[in-house]
Structure formats: C-alpha cells, structure tokens
C-alpha cells in the first residue's frame, strides 16, 4: 500500500448533514421538541444519507430488505424550541458485517449548540426469512460500504 | 308499528365510550392537544368499538379486508389541556353498503363541554384487490350490521 | 377602478407548493401514509407558506398570536406509499376578518394523481385573552392579507 | 435488623404494569410497531406510575416543576405486530437527587416475549429558572422517594 492511499472507511469522519425546521406538532407542552421527535428526524436523515449514496430505503425493501433500528443510545444535552433550524450528522461510527451503528449529533445550524448527540443500532434484516441477513445484495451492499 | 316500538336500527344511537388521558405527547407548544392528535384516538375508539362487537381490527385484516378513512370533517370547539382525562364517543352515523359514516364526539369525562366533533367516513376494502369490497365475509358484515 | 385591474385577492389563485418525502414513520401497517400523518405536512406546507410571505410562525406566537385549526375538512383519493415524493398545494380559499379558510392539494410529483384535497380553517388567537383576536397587529395583518 | 430482612427501597423491585394495545397508527409499513412509537408507551407509563403515586404530571407541572428525558438507552429484541396487547413495566432503577434512572420491559402479555428493554433517565427541572432543581418541594420528593 502506498503511502499516500486513503485510509479504508475514511468517508465516515466526515458527516452527513440534514437540515430540519421545527414545526407545532414536533413540540409539547413545554414549548419544546418532545423527546421522541427526535427520532423520526434521525429517520429521515439516514434515509437521505442513503439515497445521497444512491439507494433510496423503499429500493431496499423492494430488494427484500430492511435496516431497522435494534438499539438507540442519545442523550439530550439542550432543548430546541419551535421555530429553530437544526442540522442532524449522520455518520458511520462501526460496521460488523451487516450490524452498522450510526453516530448522531444534533446541533443548531452554526454549531454552536449541541442538542443531541448518541448512536443507533441498526441491522439489515433478510424480508422474506424475516431473519437477520447473512449477505446482501450488490447494490445494497456497496452503498453500506460506501457510507 | 305500535307507537313504542324501537326504530329500526336504534342501536346507532348509543354512544360507545373510550377513555383518554392526556400525556405531554400528546399536546403541542400551546400546552393543548396538538389537532391531529384526535385522529389518534378516533381510530383507537373506532376500533375498541369493533372489538366490544368481537372484531378485532388486525383479524379484519387478516381476513383480507380494510377499512381506512376516506374522508374527515371535524370541527374543534374548546381545546383539551395535558392532564385531562376525556371520552371519545362513538356511533355509527349512517351506511350504504360497504361505506360507513362513523359520527364521533369529543368531551369532558362529565359531559359539560365538548371538544370535538364530527364525522369520518371509512370504505371497506380488499386487500387482495387493493379495491373497495363488493361484498364482505359474513363473520365482518355481522359486525358492521352490528355497529 | 381600471378594467385591467387585478382582481382582489387574486394571489390566493397561485399554490403555494411544498415538496414531502414520504419515509417509513409516516406510514402503517398497510404500507401506505396514515391518514393522521397527512396533517403534519399540511401545517408544515401552511407555516412554509406564511414564512415565504416573510412571517415565521413562532414570530406569530412571540407578538401574542396564534392560528390554531378549528375545522377540517378533507377526502382522500388515492394512497401515498413509503419511498413516495409528493407535493402538498396551498391556497387561500377565503377569509373574514381573522378567520381563514385554506385550501389544499397533495399531488404526485408530476401532478397526475390526486391524493388528498380538502379545506382547512383557522382562527387568529389572542394569547392574552385566549380568546378570538378582534384585529391582529399590523406585521400580521400585512402577511395573511397577502396570503 | 434480621439477616432476612427485606433491604431499603425493595418497592423498585416490583415492575408497575401498564398495558397498551396496537392500534395501526402504531405500526409501519413493516407491519410492526414502528421504533419510535414505543417511547410514547414508556411516557404513558411512567406518568401512569407517578399518578398511581398521588402525583399527576401535569400537578407537577403546575408546581413548577417537570421530570424530561435526558438520556436514553434501549434495546429492541422482537417485534411487536398490530392488535397485540403488550404491557409495559416500569421501576426505578437508581437515584441520585433529583437524577432517576427508571428500567423499562416491554413484554407479551404472558411474559413469554421480550419485545423491549432498557433505561431512560430523567432529571426534574424548575420551571422557573429553567435548570435542574436543586431540591424538590415535599408534595414531589415523598412520590419520587416511593418510587
């Protein structure tokens, strides 16, 4: 290997950004995001992340699989409030062959606020054993590898 | 027909009851629920209605049949704060054939304010068709008869 | 007034178009949007639509004013599936004093089929009063008036 | 004090039950409950061990104080389908001031089935400054220390 060859995974360091604007129903009563909202947003921004790479989520599915969530670790540094625009970061954090955790990071749009931050657990799921897969597909998996 | 005899299909005019309480996500930034969240519980009530008939929704499809809402026509009139606890209230309105108007009304658990009311609109569909039904298996048509 | 005159109001003839991408939180058991989902989008299209016309709505809430739903009205033609890039129509459909009555469309990307239609109505809140606002402020007034 | 006897706190070890039913609204296009609809079902849950305590949220709330989400730690084991009944336990896991940590199953309702399990930890707040309570008034700290 040459000195100057890219190290394997290097894309992960660098993160995917999701821009997200805060409406009525994303708060609660304390005029705040409720803290479950978050999770459609961190949805939303791997979905995109994919579809960046060229495979849109419904693709997957029609292939004969899904990347559901299996473990959610975040915590909440500070709330977001209605009307706020954020950024959700998306990036890869580790992969063991079709286990993939993701790393989070919720932050106003200039970065000075960090509101959440954690790591989702996610495994590719064959549809019609309904198992976990032991392979994927080609086009599943070079987007997988190229995240 | 003597002058007590019940109308015919009398049973429509009971209300079914389904009781709500308020969590915060539930409610939006105003401290009152969030308007779509009623559809939340209308469909709750709606199918709580069926089982007290002895179908459940999921064996409904699982016979091969759905019923969605196609159309809503609902009117707010006070608003309901987190803490409340509420009935929603449940009957059938009118039916031709397989589509259904089901009128609901939304109150104060002592029935001294209404919150919300008015009338969806669900059709019968069949799922292997993904058409609306011609007619429905005698174990669902009892229950729709029923309502 | 000249016959070449444009006719009052007539900005509420153009949609307001808000573009959605259709991921897997919105849908159901059927594999299509839920029909509570569609609300979400429709006051995300209401409050971009009141943004472009230079008025956030949490501005709206910080001078003192809300614009809550009190009715709905709305049928739904034909199922949004996972995957789905739709767009959502708004327009004024009328108005007197603070009461707005919206009208909406959600259409394929191409704008061959029909999804969803039907009319939304607000109120202008006071938040002081909580009670119906006799007149809104003038950076208000200036926004839904150009509506 | 006996070698048999029950230690301090031995309430926690006792799992409060609270039973959900799966509506559609639940569930996805995987025909599953969708991940993030479990964490309205802990919120129920908890607000529903709380007031079994004498202590409503929302009386909390009007005391000036509420109890968020600050971190969130779940794994999900096996799928939970639509008109499932589930029941939800709930105990406190640890406390340190006003920083709880409560473990939460989500099982079948035989017990036979782990759907869900993991730990969310909550910190109270005053409302008033808007930053972690430092003590808590006596009508919150006699609920939470019989948590």
């Known amino acids: 290997m040459s000195s100057n060859a890219q190290p394997a995974g290097s894309s ?23 803290h479950g909202t978050y999770l459609t947003w961190l949805e939303a921004a ?8 060229g495979l849109g989520y419904h693709e997957m599915v029609n292939l004969g699989y899904e990347l559901p969530v299996v ?26 062959g ?21 790591n989702l657990t996610l495994v590719a799921i064959d549809r019609t ?5 032991r392979t994927l597909p080609e086009a599943i998996e070079q987007v997988i590898s190229s995240l």
């Not at 992960?12 to 708060?27: N, R």
């Open 12 to 34: 992960s360091l660098e993160w995917h950004k999701y821009p997200v604007q805060v409406y009525p129903h994303h708060t609660d009563y304390a005029g705040v995001v409720w």
């Open 46 to 53: 791997r979905i995109e992340r994919l579809q960046a790479l």
């Open 71 to 96: 473990e959610i670790n975040i915590r909440y540094h500070t709330a977001v409030t209605m009307g706020d625009r954020i950024i959700v970061k998306t990036r890869l954090e580790a992969r063991a």
């Open 98 to 118: 079709v286990r993939i955790i993701l790393a989070h990071r919720i932050e106003s749009v200039d970065g000075s606020r960090l509101h959440v931050s954690g």
């Open 129 to 133: 054993s309904n198992k976990i897969a």
